[in-house]
């Protein structure tokens, strides 16, 4: 089709194409307007037809700045053409998978708004069942959100439904398994998935097959998103439990209910003062409780004076220090260096445990004590050990940007150190994790040295070597 024209649009050429629709990118032929343009296939019958005429008409008549805005549509003998607005940025699916990993909280929830905010507006419409799942909903490149067109098309999830669509059956909520036809409260049970979703960076059940995850859907409570990411608060797994409740009547009455619980984390209020509390009354006349000033601060300052002449006038003990390092014994020093970084190390594991103690747990989890190495950043850190920027900077309290000493202590959450066993090779090891061995040997700097001339190449072997297996990964 690339060069056809579609109405006023000129097609450059296919963006994506599956069993329901083609998607192309075109411009319009006077204003160099970019589009998007779909194709869909007819549907089969006259009541498919008339049901997906009616979602056209209700999609046309939805404006909204983070829904994408319908254009035009367009039936001939063979296709249905629907033009949409062009938004540049990536799928939310995508985001997380190549870009964030499990989104920061505050971060997920002003994304998470902006979809709720999208949704409260179809339900107002009477739009209800829609496929919500990550690849329906799009980030541009300045952050804001966008909901897709087929998002809120019933017609064409309850197709993709059918067919078992990996990505639909994962996000279907139990009233779609037992083919109640959908409402408000079916829809907030799938977008609490979808909050699961983005704080955790992986579904519950995405290695099962349909039955399995049907049956799980029905009669199991989701899983609690803190044991694939222990750093979401309670407070926030309080609502994913609410949100996707079994019983509809329990979940959240709107998107804007589910908002607002959203909200009160975030913004939290401050505490207002018991009415009942007798206060002082208030005696003293204009300037006087200022009167004395001048006389309290003499005599604060004088009683300072005071106290520190006796203590320096004390005799000092005197120490005999076996601890004489020559200057110019480098060696000596770092080892003291290391002595202390080590001490240092100890110390910040165990305050980080002792914080964070009502999520991570040693078994479970473990805290790794990184030596920054020469012009390494934050950001360089949390890439390598695949975490979010977000969560480094929270649990080693610093500012995103701070500039990093070579030999400083960064903290790092991992899964767990793995002390590796006889002959045991890096796909044994990424095999009995769940992890790529190639991972691996990103994260533990696993890269045979240079050989010498005429040196024969030997296996690698890493008995009794300590791996880091990182935090982002499956149960």
Aim: charged share 25%; proline share 6%.
């Amino acid at each position: 089709m690339t060069g056809e024209k579609i109405l006023n649009y000129r097609i450059e050429n296919l963006t994506e194409e599956n069993q329901l629709y083609r998607s192309f990118l075109a411009t319009h032929t006077q204003f160099s307007k970019k589009v998007v343009i779909k194709t869909l296939k007819n549907p089969q019958n006259a009541t498919e037809k008339a049901e997906f005429e009616e979602e056209i008409k209700k999609l046309s008549r939805i404006q909204h700045p983070n829904i994408i805005t319908l254009y035009d549509h367009l039936e001939t003998d063979h296709d249905f053409y629907l033009v949409f607005e062009h938004i540049e940025g990536r799928s939310l699916g995508e985001y997380i998978r190549k870009f964030s990993g499990p989104i920061p909280e505050k971060k997920a929830i002003q994304f998470f708004i902006k979809i709720l905010d999208a949704f409260d507006l179809a339900h107002h419409k009477a739009i209800y069942g829609g496929a919500i799942n990550p690849s329906n909903i799009i980030i541009a490149k300045d952050e804001s959100i966008k909901v897709l067109d087929l998002a809120f098309s019933k017609l064409y999830n309850h197709k993709n439904f059918q067919q078992k669509d990996r990505e639909t059956c994962l996000f279907a909520n139990p009233e779609q398994f037992s083919e109640l036809p959908p409402d408000s409260q079916s829809d907030i049970y799938t977008l609490g998935i979808l909050l699961f979703y983005m704080l955790t960076a992986q579904h519950p059940y995405e290695d099962l097959g349909f039955e399995d995850i049907r049956n799980k859907a029905l009669k199991e409570t989701l899983p609690d998103a803190r044991k694939y990411y222990p750093v979401i608060s309670t407070e926030i797994q309080t609502i994913i439990s609410k949100a996707t409740s079994k019983n509809p009547a329990e979940r959240f009455k709107s998107c804007q209910d589910f908002k607002e619980a959203l909200l009160n984390i975030s913004s939290p209020q401050t505490p207002k003062l018991a009415q009942n509390v007798d206060l002082p009354p208030v005696t003293s006349e204009p300037g006087q409780r200022f009167a004395n000033a001048p006389l309290i601060v003499f005599l604060s300052l004088l009683g300072v004076l005071i106290f520190m002449i006796i203590i320096y006038s004390r005799p000092r003990p005197q120490y005999q220090s076996s601890i004489l390092l020559d200057i110019k014994n480098q060696t000596e020093i770092r080892q003291r260096q290391d002595s202390i970084a080590q001490a240092q190390a100890k110390k910040a594991v165990e305050d980080s445990i002792r914080i964070f103690g009502s999520t991570i747990t040693e078994e479970d989890n473990q805290i790794y004590f990184h030596k920054v190495e020469r012009g390494e950043t934050l950001d360089k850190i949390a890439k390598r050990f695949y975490l979010p920027l977000d969560t480094l900077v929270q649990l080693n309290d610093i500012s995103p940007k701070e500039k990093l000493k070579a030999r400083q202590g960064i903290k790092v959450l991992v899964k767990t150190i793995y002390k590796v066993k006889g002959e045991e090779t890096l796909a044994q090891i990424g095999d009995k994790f769940k992890i790529s061995p190639f991972i691996l040997k990103e994260v533990n700097q696993l890269y045979p040295q240079p050989l010498e001339p005429g040196e024969i190449p030997k296996p690698l072997i890493y008995e009794g070597k300590n791996i880091i297996i990182p935090f982002m990964l499956k149960k």
